[in-house]
């Protein structure tokens, strides 16, 4: 079974660059539609923030009044400060829920903005197909793997992280503001002796701090750089297996058929070994940084004890002091720590970044591109100078001219691989690979051989892609009788999986059904009748052309049975061309209007 080449890894980019691809990705919400009240959100966020380091600070303060009446034996002082530190207490959960709250609501409206955003960009222009077809380019590596991944799950850990490593480095800053000061207040001068001489530091327990700090992100980002590639390759892997599950349930009764549980047990195995080695390498690498992030916290709870601690022996600070210090102290270890505490998410988020980003780039390269093909509606099927090409760049069809007007049927045939479909996909205007002139009838339907019956109810499986409503129950009825489908006409309610139910001949005239329907004037079938027997493919091409010609219009299919040609009058068939020519196949017309 053919694979798509992996997605690689995104390229190493600085800090500022990581930054402005962040801010990309973000910054469109706060200044869309809802602007107003995704600002209004983050400000209350950011002061509600500011207000828990301040309930912070007055819990340090707290600590020192509390400890020295513990030391003093001060009852009075004792029951007081219980008291106040019920108030602290009450204020602290008050912000934290209001806080939770309006974060959760921030990261959900943002979410949503941006699932609307991505979805509408990605089904537009028929970019979804696009993508799926420069997967199978030269440079098909480049291309964005499962982008419905990428919709679902990236966006929602986007947001999520966002708004957690954004407001946890916010209140890392303003906390270190605040407690810096409180703790060079407290710590005190340091004396030592360099060279005989003696010499003073102010402020030792935040030098102190600040040098520890530092060597504990040093070694945090030497042990933890690995987790940005294999997260990365994680949701890519998680993905691949999740699609492949998918895949085999699309699939179920023709692999059945096949009895191609074997092989499909192998595919899954071999995607799911992907996920098991991936993960085991990140939970190894997790496991070394665990370890040091662990010890590096476990160090400061002692840290500061140990340095204050001579002081508070000799008598020049008191216990409350010393769990000021203590208290301080860890603040500003928190803050400064807040690389070291956060790396594994920010891995998580980086990873995130790069696979929202590759996808972003490849939506506005999309949206960038112009078409080689003039495209205009017209009253007759018309191609000027039209050339196709296969995804690779391999030219296919040169300077195809034809030439189709109202009361003409026409057969295109040809060998397998020799471009009928394409050339279908090339008057649809959904090729990318194609250059030249096309008018086309406004007023067309094309059919494919593997018609695409989504899950619901019958009625809105036939009225596809057009709402039931628009049609009663006695034409949805006629339409089914009309295209040998009597059996469903009492079903239109019943809501099923129908791309399953239905064997594929009965999903091909259902296709056909949809056509009765809709009595488009222009019709492409393309092999809309291969799964179906002589008698019922004569019976539904006779529908077909007398719908098409009462409205005025044409008929163009692509059938391999030579029964079919009996109801059409003009034959196309593709034919190799000599080697060295400018193209695989050539376009050869034969036949007349009756």
């Known amino acids: ?68 009446a513990l030391q003093n034996k001060d009852a009075a002082v004792f029951w007081r400060e219980i008291g106040v530190f019920g108030w602290i207490a009450f204020a602290n959960i008050a912000v934290q829920v209001v806080k939770f709250y309006l974060t959760q609501l921030l990261q959900v409206r943002w979410r949503a903005w941006m699932t609307r955003s991505y979805l509408g960009r990605w089904m537009a222009d028929k970019t979804f197909y696009h993508l799926e077809l420069a997967r199978y380019r030269d440079q098909a590596a480049q291309t964005p793997d499962n982008p419905d991944q990428r919709i679902q799950e990236d966006l929602q850990m986007f947001t999520d992280y966002t708004m957690k490593l954004s407001m946890g480095l916010l209140n890392a800053v303003v906390t270190l503001v605040s407690f810096v000061g409180i703790l060079w207040g407290l710590s005190g001068a340091f004396d030592f002796t360099v060279g005989g001489s003696t010499y003073q530091l102010a402020g030792s327990m935040v030098w102190l701090a600040l040098v520890y700090c530092i060597v504990g992100t040093v070694i945090t980002h030497f042990i933890g750089r690995p987790l940005i590639g294999l997260n990365f390759r994680q949701q890519r892997f998680e993905a691949d297996f999740r699609h492949h599950l998918v895949r085999v349930r699309e699939y179920s009764e023709a692999i059945a058929l096949d009895n191609g549980e074997p092989v499909e047990r192998r595919q899954l195995d071999t995607r799911f070994g992907n996920v098991l080695r991936n993960y085991l390498q990140l939970i190894k690498q997790q496991k070394n940084l665990v370890g040091f992030t662990s010890f590096f916290g476990q160090a400061a709870v002692i840290f500061p004890f140990i340095v204050a601690a001579p002081r508070f022996f000799s008598g020049a600070i008191q216990l409350g002091q010393l769990m000021q210090i203590s208290s301080a102290f860890g603040k500003v270890q928190d803050a400064l720590s807040w690389f070291v505490d956060n ?27 112009r078409s080689e093909v003039s ?12 050339d196709l090409a296969l995804p690779n760049g391999a030219p296919l069809l040169a300077k195809a001219a034809v030439d189709v007007r109202p009361g003409d049927t026409v057969l295109l045939q040809g060998p397998s691989g020799s471009g009928k479909s394409t050339l279908f996909r090339a008057f649809a205007g959904i090729w990318p690979f194609a250059r030249g002139q096309v008018n086309v009838p406004g007023n067309a339907m094309f059919i494919p051989q593997r018609p695409y019956v989504p899950d619901g109810t019958l009625r809105d499986a036939l009225a596809y892609p057009h709402p039931a409503a628009d049609y009663s129950d006695d034409a949805l009825k006629k339409a089914l009788a009309d295209a040998l489908l009597p059996d469903l006409a009492s079903r239109l309610d019943d809501s099923d999986a129908w791309s399953q139910k239905l064997s594929g001949g009965e999903q091909q ?36 052309a007398a719908t098409v010609h009462s409205a005025g219009g044409a008929m163009v299919s692509i059938a391999h049975r030579a029964a079919v040609a009996d109801h059409h009058q003009q034959r196309w068939t593709l034919v190799p061309e000599a080697e060295g020519a400018p193209a695989r196949y050539r376009l050869r017309i034969e036949g007349a209007p009756a």
């Open 375 to 386: 495209r205009v509606d017209a009253n007759a099927l018309h191609t000027d100078g039209l």
């Open 509 to 544: 005239r259902l296709a056909i059904a949809r056509v009765l329907l809709k009595k488009p004037a222009w019709l492409f079938a393309d092999e809309a009748t291969s799964a179906l027997d002589a008698e019922a493919e004569s019976t539904l091409y006779k529908r077909l």
């Open 1 to 68: 079974m053919a694979s798509l080449p992996p997605t690689p890894l995104p390229p190493k980019s600085s800090l500022p660059a990581t930054l402005r691809r962040i801010f990309r990705l973000a910054a469109p919400y706060f200044r869309s539609e809802e602007k107003w009240r995704a600002r209004g959100m983050l400000l209350a966020i950011v002061a509600l923030n500011l207000g828990y380091v301040y309930v912070a600070v007055l819990a340090n303060q707290w600590y020192g009044r509390f400890y020295d």
């Open 343 to 369: 790396y594994d998410s920010v891995a998580v988020w980086r990873a995130t970044t790069d696979r929202l980003t590759s996808f972003d780039d490849a939506m506005r390269a999309h949206e960038s591109a």
